[in-house]
């Protein structure tokens, strides 16, 4: 059988700022943990605040850990020489939910098309090496409605199985929200789906 993977790398905080030059022109590079294209707004909002003269925001953000989306962004410089080797770091430490920007300052010297690219690659390495990696699990969220009788069979297979609630409401029944990790989801489901006057469902 197939194992499921159920973790995945990413970022808790935003790295240190890091600088690459090359001839004169300066590359500010940053990561950031994003879980949202509002987040890269923001993120991006910020550093042309911080930056205000500087002449390209050139970037990479990749979300999600099954159903993946990213973007590339070459903010001005020639076609996929700044934006596609900045997601191609962000491939290499397999990290998701992040955000790789490089804030360039023009030197006076151009780089050319290969000086670009190996100046955005080393920016984007350089932010993800200033970065703590971290990895997480992979959790799916199950609802569970029960009536109050149930109560201590549903908490005692909870607390046997190290299970997360991640919400309860204990209004004329019982609801609550548990999380419990992906390669276990299967087993837990079935646990409780076959318990009497436990309803279970999961959440998107």
Known sequence: MEEIKDTYKTIDVPSEETLFKDRNSKFFGYAFPVFSEEDIKEALEGLRKKHHSARHFCYAWQLGTEKIRFRANDDGEPSNSAGQPIYGQIQAFE????????????????????????AYRTSAQFALEASEIIEKTIDI???????????????????????????????????????????ESQTIFEIFDTLFKVEIEELE
């Open 95 to 118: 990290v998701t939910n992040v955000l790789i920007v490089s804030v360039r300052y023009f030197g006076g010297t151009k780089l050319g098309v290969g000086g670009l690219i190996n």
């Open 141 to 183: 969220r199950y609802k569970l409605t029960f009536e109050y009788d149930m109560m201590n069979k549903v908490q005692r297979i909870i607390k046997e199985r190290n299970l997360t609630i991640v919400v309860q409401k204990l209004e004329m029944n019982c609801e609550y929200i548990i999380s419990v990790r992906k390669k």
